[in-house]
Structures are given as structure tokens and as C-alpha cells.
């Protein structure tokens, strides 16, 4: 397992600050190269954080790391000032070591909580899918807490295993949605790694067990979801969730089917798709600030963005028509000008 660079740099900054720090380094560069060094100028092409880095790749286990230096330190000058150097220097690299056995412990809670099948199905599904690069930097990027553009770095990591860091590191799937969340808004392209994860939300929900969520969701109307695809509208990639029907699932192909917009019914339940507008009850209280990032999320796990356009556009202006010219004028309007437009007007119907 690596270790997180901001605790190596920990580590390393606290033995620098040391007063044998220069002795320090000593027994350190010597535990890595296996031989004695007294020249400065070598010693300084070496940083601490390097060493340590080092330190960590050639002992697998702090047992092996303390037998290394103790026998180092018994072939040394100066016994009574190297012991303790050395135990400044144990302390130091054992909690690094300490960091990892808790690390191993908790995923092992979470290996033994999920079923492998599902993993595997869900990294299947995943993988498979037109948009798997995408995926997996994001599901990478969320799990290490930084953006990665390097290829080969994302692509060295096990699917599997990023998913279980991934539960480890959010156990709730209100926790993901907002690491999520939280990532899309810093990024370019954001409609685009917001369909991205809305699908990683939507396939990882087979793995939490959260009796709350799923009760929630039979609440509503019983309506499931399967298989969210990627439909491209006017250069903009949304999610649209397929509503399961009674036919043979073999026959959907997760990873490079594509919704055919004009075989589908335009308005279907869009009512219910779209969260209640927030009706002010009293004058004198703020008004509440709407995200509006977070609101068109809310709407894309229930309909694609182009229903409710159509759906608001219809409340706003006209009945839809889509044998004229309100395919042309709808495309002029983003989801967010018809939500901010129509609770505009719901405010001021009601002043």
C-alpha cells in the first residue's frame, strides 16, 4: 500500500527539525544504501523525504525496519548518542507503519461487508462502458482527494480496489454524492463528469447497505432504474436512467447502447420529476440561496435534463410543440435559465 505524500513529508519535516538532525539523516542514508556515509555533499543530493520513501519501499514490515537498525546501531561509534538517535528515528517511522496496519483494517471491514459478486459486477459494468476512462479517473481522483491526468498512474490501480478505498473512504451514498459533487464543481466539462457521476452513484448503490435510502426509494413509487446511458444533446453528455420493463435484461448492453430521444415519450410523469419550488411564507424571513449545481443533479437522477427543459419550457411559455420551431428555441436556453425563470416568476405571482 502507498502512503499519502503530505505523511512522508510529515515525517520528514519533523525529523529535520531535530537537533541531531544531520545524524539523523546519517543512519538514515545508511539503512537505505547499506554503507556509511560521511560525505556532505552526498548526503545532500539525498532529501529526508526521498530516504524515507526509500525506508518505506525496502521494509516490508516495522519489525524488519527495527532489526535493520538495531544492528546498525550496534556496529556504530558513539552507542549512547546513536541509541538515541535511533529511537527519535524509530518513533518517527513507526507511525508510518501504524498508519498502514489501521488502513489494511479498515478495508478489510469493508472486504468483508461486501459481496465479491457484486463488486465484480459493478466493476464489469463499469469497465465496460464507452466513457470507462472518464470513470475510473474520477472514481481514482475521488478516492486519492486530487485530479489525476497521467494515464498510466490511474491505469496501475486494480478497478476492485478503487472501488472498495472509494466505500472506505465515503461509507454512505450521500457521502459520495457529495465528494462527487464537490469534484465536478472545481473541473472543466461539468455536465459531462456530471453524468459520469451520477452513474458511478447509481452503480455503486448495489454495494451500501443503507435500509434508509432504498426505503426511501420504494417509497416514491416503486419506479427502479438500471443501466444509465450516456445520451448526447446539442455537445452536452447527460445520464438518462432506462426504467426497467418487463423484458429479458440480457438484452441491454450496458456499455455502447444509446436512447433514441425520438423513440421516447417526451413528457412521461415529468411532474414528478422535478423537486417542489421553495414558496415563501414570510416576507420578513432571507430567502434561501438555491444551488442550483446541486438542484440540476437532483433532477438528473429521476429524468435526462432535455425532458424537464421541455417540461419547464411548456409551464414558461407554450405547449411543446415539436414539429416547429420550439426545437430551436429551447436549444437557446440552458436547464438552469428555465429553473432560475421559473422561480422568478413563482416569486413574483405570488408578491
Known amino acids: 500500500m502507498s502512503l499519502p505524500i503530505n505523511l512522508i513529508n510529515e515525517a520528514a ?10 545524524r539523523i539523516k546519517k543512519v538514515l542514508f545508511c539503512l537505505c544504501k547499506k554503507y556509511w556515509e560521511n560525505n556532505l555533499i552526498i548526503l545532500n543530493a539525498f532529501s529526508v523525504t526521498d530516504l524515507l520513501g526509500e525506508i518505506w519501499s525496502s521494509y516490508t514490515t516495522l519489525d524488519d525496519f527495527k532489526t535493520a537498525l538495531v544492528k546498525l546501531i550496534k556496529t556504530l561509534n558513539r552507542p549512547n548518542i546513536y541509541t538515541e538517535v535511533g529511537k527519535v528515528v524509530f518513533h518517527c517511522i513507526s507511525k508510518l507503519y501504524k498508519y498502514v496496519d489501521k488502513e489494511n483494517q479498515q478495508t478489510a471491514i469493508v ?35 486530487h485530479w489525476e491526468n497521467d494515464i498510466e498512474v490511474i491505469e496501475s490501480y486494480n478497478f476492485q480496489d478503487l472501488i472498495l478505498e472509494l466505500i472506505q473512504h465515503y ?10 459533487i464537490k469534484l465536478v464543481k472545481n473541473i472543466n466539462k461539468q455536465n459531462l463528469y456530471l453524468a459520469i457521476s451520477n452513474l458511478i452513484v447509481t452503480q455503486l448503490g448495489n454495494l451500501y ?11 416514491e413509487g416503486n419506479t427502479q ?18 426504467r426497467i420493463e418487463p423484458q429479458p435484461l440480457a438484452n441491454q448492453n450496458f456499455g455502447t447502447s444509446v436512447i433514441d430521444l425520438s423513440a421516447q415519450p417526451v413528457i412521461e410523469q415529468a411532474s414528478q420529476s422535478l423537486p417542489p419550488i421553495p414558496q415563501p411564507s414570510q416576507p420578513e424571513q432571507t430567502p434561501k440561496i438555491i444551488d442550483f449545481f446541486e438542484l440540476r443533479l437532483e433532477i438528473m437522477q429521476y429524468t435526462i435534463p432535455l425532458r424537464a427543459k421541455v417540461l419547464l419550457f ?11 420551431q420550439d426545437w430551436a428555441m429551447l436549444r437557446s436556453y440552458s436547464l438552469e435559465d428555465l429553473l432560475k425563470e ?6 413574483t405571482s405570488t408578491i
Open 13 to 22: 519535516r519533523h525529523l529535520e527539525e531535530q537537533e541531531e538532525a544531520l
Open 225 to 242: 432504474f438500471t443501466n444509465p446511458q450516456f445520451v448526447q444533446v446539442n455537445n452536452s453528455y447527460y445520464i438518462a436512467p432506462n
Open 171 to 180: 461509507p454512505t451514498k450521500e457521502e459520495l454524492q457529495k465528494a462527487l
Open 111 to 145: 472486504v468483508q461487508s461486501i459481496d465479491n459478486n457484486i463488486l465484480n459486477s459493478v466493476a464489469l459494468k463499469l469497465q465496460s462502458h464507452q466513457e470507462k476512462s472518464r470513470i475510473k479517473k474520477v472514481v481514482y481522483s475521488v478516492c486519492k482527494k
Open 209 to 219: 447497505n443503507n435500509k434508509q435510502v432504498t426505503n426511501h426509494i420504494e417509497e
Open 314 to 324: 411548456s409551464v414558461l411559455y407554450q405547449t411543446w410543440d415539436k414539429d416547429n
Open 342 to 347: 421559473l422561480i422568478q416568476n413563482t416569486k
